[in-house]
């Protein structure tokens, strides 16, 4: 793909000072800029580096006025920051005009597929699936039996989405991210093996949910296993079944959350967090990389540490432990100090 | 799939009380009912919650005595809590009836495929590849050359087992899973790079091993890793080159384990533990989620933290962790005592 | 695969004492021997297996001189350990030989296959995708558009790379590995959900490089995500979204390193290792299994510890926190005598 400086500055209703026939195939960073690439000048403290700015077109703000000459094309818009946004944009929705039905796929007769479908080679879509409007499934993806999809849904190479789940609108789900895997349920028998515990519930993805690459969400042995509206999940996350994640919280990569546990709306956990079954976390709380949970957390709660605290007295306490050795050296000092008092006292 | 209080109380030889054409379709529990489902009630401490139950059906024991109208039919059995597993195993049999060679799968002309198979679209089975009977494949599994697989082994979408690997009856294997990628081994040279080390080994899986979504486990240097009989491993668990893991030994999510470190029977490990290589950890060794171990691990301890201790050493400790600040403060005002009692006794 | 005694001691330049038509199938450590096999001698200290030895051909050093009968056929090799490592490598060779387009892969008519491909059923070569030779693709992966592959790569069943990205010269990628994922970028917007950023760069692989099963390396905001020359990548890691890591750098399994972190070359990093996002990590530095870092890291550090330490400092303050419980007694302890010398002191 290439821009002229012209498209662009159409696009962006912007003006143009310098060469409008100039072209452009990619971005980079006004402080790190690459030949034959657009840059971008928002923040006034970044101005100097635009002078050695080896981008052929800069977009800048309409009040930028340079204090040298520059070699780049200037495209000057209302506010450079969101024009970059609305680029970016434009570029993404060309990576993703792929549309209509690879011969390769698999489709069951019993699939009723909605309008304006992409569904890649090797593509698995099982009895009874039922897909919305404008929903992407890209190459050697699996949509098991009975799984319903709702509209402008995306699903990247090899996502595995198990029977009976449901997937709602605008949800993104990359590859790799297993949906519906059996939870984790066995019973102890007497010789020490274990029964596995049927598990027949499904996962329910409300809409505008996005899941990384490679993230597990366990089928609920019975019911649903949860994903509210609006949450974003990072990479290599886990979430045991039954769990339920509360609208527009946001997971860092690797972190689990063990069966049964209710998360509610609008928390941040960092990555590799750890939260066990059965628990209730509240909304708004935000949890620290590598915290390790072992309770119930109250609304806004801020924890750190593995187990977890909160922040300001993990914080408090840890700079004690990084002065043990100290502590541990005037305890004995002080030992010492008081058995000399009590030989003077003696003595005296 | 949907079942009448008739052919529901048929199958457990239960007794009607109420309407024996009432027809449910899933499942939900007492405390949580959805009308037109079946519930149960097995606990006593539920009881209250049936006399609102919204549930169509509601399992109950024998010895049940309602002390209010209850608006569901009961079906009265014996143990209503195992009644209740085994109409799970029904329905859960009843969605794994896939069986036949799917036309888009791949079957080398040298496999030897066992009786009553079911092989999904776009699966890969390699040359030389023995299947025992009843073994299920699903869509988009990669099964590689002289792979063996026993009888009743089901492998779910997009699971992938290199080449030489062997897997016993009855294992359950999730999507995503890789089973016998080479193990991380590598020599260092002199100018810094590495030269990988052949991985000619292979993976192990003996019966009824389940291995959960996107779990990878590597091949051998030499030799093999092995998962002995009745092992269940949670989804995105790393098991490396040469490990062996002792008979029905249960690993929680995000668990890794280093290589060559063999664990013994009947361990139950919490998520997101570490564990390096080279080490021997005794039966039934419990370890806390999180923990970080760092030697080899005595017969039936319990073990937590990072670096792990024993469970109730790390637990006194961090007790007085969370008081550092507090017992730091106490020790400065030691030190300023004990300078006013060397004042007193020098003004004496 | 079976090989005569004569065929590897042609192969090894080496000297056969016993049977030269023996014929063994794969390899045996010589403290854990299997019939059958080929075992080696390399450490001195092992030297008393020998004479229980199982396996059918024993590599040995030329200088070895058996002090019993040994039954085993030798085989005498200037260095026995280098020697097993060309058998090693002759093996896996071996396993390698994978070659041609298999008819049920989809490779786009834009696309260009360098010589000697393999393409494994199942795969999909995306539109302008260009690979070198000898590249070897097993079944079901996925090569998105624009994908720039090198000379004698190989790419696992089932590994993933998004559109755009670039993979050097044999680089090997593991099955379920996700190369070029969107990064994990939302804008927070007022009502408390979030707006997608568009993830429009790639990922860069560098020659050499290795990536374990279902790692995630994601591309991107703009510009790449580096992982440079040489970089060695365990199984289940998160890279994120413009992280760079250094030349021969090596990663255990689900270490995470969030967005735009750069680490140095020859860095080594133990498992389950974190590390926030914008941070500078020097050459050579070491950080220990389930260390979470906090903060830019100097060359050649060693860190250990959540959050990380100086590995002498962590351990030294580790040792008293073991301790905690005693010390806080003697603090008590202390204040007990600090007021028996004041109330005798009084008394005086």
Same mark, same amino acid.
């Given at each position: 793909? +290439?821009?002229?400086?012209?498209?662009?500055?159409? #696009?962006?209703?912007?003006?143009? !000072? *310098?060469?409008?026939?100039?072209?452009?195939?990619?971005?980079?960073?006004?402080?790190?800029?690459?030949?034959?690439?657009?840059?971008?000048?928002?923040?006034? =403290?970044?101005?100097?580096?635009?002078?050695?700015?080896?981008?052929?077109?800069?977009?800048?703000?309409?009040? #930028?006025?340079?204090? /040298?000459?520059?070699?780049?094309? @200037?495209?000057?818009?209302?506010?450079?920051?969101?024009?970059?946004?609305?680029?970016?944009?434009?570029?993404?929705? #060309? /990576? =993703?005009?792929?549309? *209509? &039905?690879?011969? @390769?796929?698999?489709?069951?007769?019993?699939?009723? !597929?909605?309008?304006?479908?992409?569904?890649?080679?090797?593509?698995?879509?099982?009895?009874?699936?039922?897909?919305? %409007?404008?929903?992407?499934?890209?190459?050697?993806?699996? &949509?098991?039996? $009975?799984? =319903?999809?709702?509209?402008?849904?995306?699903?990247?190479?090899?996502?595995?989405?198990?029977?009976?789940?449901?997937?709602?609108?605008?949800?993104?789900?990359?590859?790799?991210?297993?949906?519906?895997?059996? *939870?984790? *349920?066995?019973?102890?028998?007497?010789?020490?093996?274990?029964?596995?515990?049927?598990?027949?519930?499904?996962?329910?993805?409300?809409?505008?949910?996005?899941?990384?690459?490679?993230?597990?969400?366990?089928?609920?042995?019975?019911?649903?296993?949860?994903?509210?509206?609006?949450?974003?999940?990072?990479?290599?996350?886990?979430?045991?079944? $039954?769990? +339920?994640?509360?609208?527009?919280?946001?997971?860092?990569?690797?972190?689990?959350?063990?069966?049964?546990?209710?998360?509610?709306?609008?928390?941040?956990?960092?990555?590799?967090?750890?939260?066990?079954?059965? @628990?209730?976390?509240?909304?708004?709380?935000?949890?620290?990389?590598?915290?390790? !949970?072992?309770?119930?957390?109250?609304?806004?709660? &801020?924890?750190?540490?593995?187990?977890?605290?909160?922040?300001?007295?993990?914080? =408090?306490?840890?700079?004690? #432990?990084?002065?043990?050795?100290?502590?541990? $050296?005037?305890? $004995?000092?002080?030992? %010492?100090?008081?058995?000399?008092?009590?030989?003077?006292?003696?003595?005296?």
């Amino acid at each position: 793909m +290439e821009f002229s400086a012209q498209q662009i500055a159409d #696009f962006l209703h912007g003006e143009i !000072i *310098g060469d409008r026939d100039v072209k452009v195939n990619n971005l980079s960073k006004i402080d790190d800029s690459i030949p034959g690439t657009l840059s971008f000048l928002s923040n006034p =403290k970044y101005s100097h580096f635009i002078y050695d700015c080896k981008a052929a077109i800069i977009l800048v703000n309409n009040d #930028f006025v340079p204090e /040298k000459p520059i070699s780049a094309t @200037l495209i000057k818009v209302e506010n450079a920051y969101q024009s970059l946004a609305s680029l970016l944009q434009l570029v993404d929705s #060309f /990576k =993703k005009n792929k549309s *209509g &039905i690879e011969p @390769l796929s698999y489709v069951s007769a019993s699939a009723e !597929i909605g309008a304006e479908p992409y569904i890649g080679a090797f593509s698995y879509i099982g009895d009874n699936v039922k897909t919305g %409007k404008s929903v992407k499934i890209y190459p050697q993806s699996y &949509i098991g039996d $009975n799984v =319903k999809i709702g509209d402008d849904v995306t699903i990247y190479a090899g996502a595995k989405i198990y029977a009976n789940c449901v997937i709602g609108d605008r949800c993104v789900i990359h590859s790799g991210a297993v949906i519906g895997a059996d *939870g984790f *349920g066995f019973a102890p028998t007497e010789d020490g093996s274990y029964n596995k515990i049927p598990q027949i519930g499904n996962v329910v993805l409300e809409s505008d949910v996005e899941i990384g690459a490679n993230t597990t969400v366990d089928r609920a042995t019975m019911g649903s296993t949860i994903i509210h509206k609006g949450v974003k999940l990072d990479n290599l996350i886990q979430i045991a079944h $039954n769990v +339920e994640v509360g609208s527009n919280t946001v997971i860092a990569a690797q972190t689990g959350i063990a069966g049964s546990t209710k998360i509610g709306p609008n928390c941040m956990f960092g990555g590799q967090v750890g939260i066990p079954g059965h @628990l209730h976390i509240e909304k708004g709380v935000k949890i620290s990389a590598q915290a390790g !949970i072992t309770g119930n957390v109250k609304e806004n709660s &801020i924890l750190l540490g593995s187990p977890a605290m909160p922040h300001m007295q993990f914080s =408090k306490s840890y700079v004690y #432990f990084k002065k043990l050795p100290e502590l541990a $050296n005037t305890i $004995n000092n002080l030992q %010492k100090e008081i058995e000399q008092l009590r030989n003077q006292i003696k003595a005296d």
